[in-house]
């Protein structure tokens, strides 16, 4: 089963390109000329074969009606090129998805003679409908309406359990610290669903917004992306044996597997980045935009294939791991090994001539970053001749053998 995680599309006056843009709408930050993201996007999605579409929130810029029409239109357009019916869309909410115009219609209603009491409640009621912008305005998308708030939910597929939790609900026009914010309904309700399923065998997946947790950054900054219950979210997750955890937001993509006291087995966890969002916005263009594909072989076995675009060569799969992009073009997820299990396999191959290829390694070492792994090789075998590096054929040869 595989599947295609995107994020942040911000269709409308953040995204990169017209073709993901109101039209007739001036978008503030066009990447002209060179491939184009949408059709590449596509090709690529059509070629990996996938079944489902997942999206991780903020689909719009400002959570306009005239932005959700059309970045529906496309996300249909998307599914339809690449053989996914829409009712295989999984689609999550973020915080530009709220439509702040309805929120800030507080401060036309209230006065300084209103009590605080009335303007409390006056700016609780509009937030909630703009909080419903998203589900007034997508028709044709299925909107998950089974959890306790708009845009929550759960879906049981033949292979997977998702959990849609909205992370976004909450935020308003006047946060001083912009974050997200799941309140105490939705944790009982995550944490009763969570625990009902917690013995069904099928890989269970959490669709959110806003970060569970903190992760490094290209360059240090203060980070108010990780939502308020954060850790007691985790603690559901990890107790009631949740696999995956997909969220979006921030615009630095990174993938890991996560292992904590008290949990039932480890988590893996995608920050998507985002699809389209301009260079402004994801650190001047220091960032690439982001696409991943997802193949689930068994809930442990959770293979992620990362591709990044630029304008002159298209999609394709990212090839450097960097601060910027700390992923790799292929990534196990679900286990966690640590070195004394790494090196019981190495140590098999020393003495002799091997040849390792990336298709046929034993676990321990296909859940290793290739960066991390290629290093290891080299330190490990000192006295050997290591030729190649991963995911191309690997020679490990005594320097005995080589006449050295």
Known sequence: M????????????????????????????????????????????????????????DLTTVGSPQEFYYCEEKIIEIAEAAGVPKENIICGVGNHDIDRNISKLVNNITTDKSSPELVHLIKDHYQYIAANA???????????????????????D????????????????DQKIPHGKLSKEQLDWFEKIAKEKSSDSRTKIVLM????????????????????????????AGKYGINLIIHGHRHHPTALT?????????????????????????????????????EIKNPEEI????????????WK?????????????EMWLGKVFNDADVDSILKQY????????????????????????????????????????FPNDVIIMPKSEAGI
């Open 2 to 57: 595989r599947f295609a995680v995107i994020s942040d599309i911000h269709f409308g006056g953040f995204s990169r390109t017209i073709e993901l843009s109101v039209p007739g709408e001036t978008i503030v930050d066009e990447s002209s000329g060179g491939c184009s993201l949408l059709e590449g996007l596509k090709h690529t999605l059509k070629k990996n074969g996938i079944n489902y579409l997942f999206i991780a929130g």
């Open 134 to 156: 998203a589900q007034l305005n997508l028709n044709k998308i299925h909107v998950p309406d089974n959890g306790p708030v708009p845009f929550s939910g759960f879906r049981e």
């Open 158 to 173: 033949e292979q997977f359990i998702t959990f849609i939790l909205n992370t976004s609900l909450l935020c308003s026009h």
């Open 209 to 236: 917004h806003h970060h569970p947790m903190n992760y490094a950054y290209p360059s240090p900054s203060f980070d108010a992306s990780m939502i308020e219950e954060g850790c007691e979210l985790l603690d559901i």
């Open 258 to 294: 996560r292992m904590e006291e008290g949990w039932k087995h480890p988590i893996a966890f995608l920050c998507a980045g985002s699809l389209s969002v301009n260079a402004k916005h994801r650190a001047y263009g220091e960032i690439p935009n982001t696409l991943h594909i997802i």
């Open 303 to 314: 293979v992620l294939f990362n591709y990044s675009f630029s304008s002159a060569e298209g």
């Open 317 to 329: 799969p990212v090839e450097v791991n960097t601060r910027s992009i700390p992923l790799e073009k």
């Open 350 to 389: 020393s003495g002799k001539t091997h040849i390792l290829k990336w298709d046929t390694l034993e676990h321990p070492l296909k859940y290793m970053k290739m960066t991390d792994l290629n290093n290891k090789l080299k330190s490990y075998y000192k006295d050997h001749i290591v030729s190649g590096e």
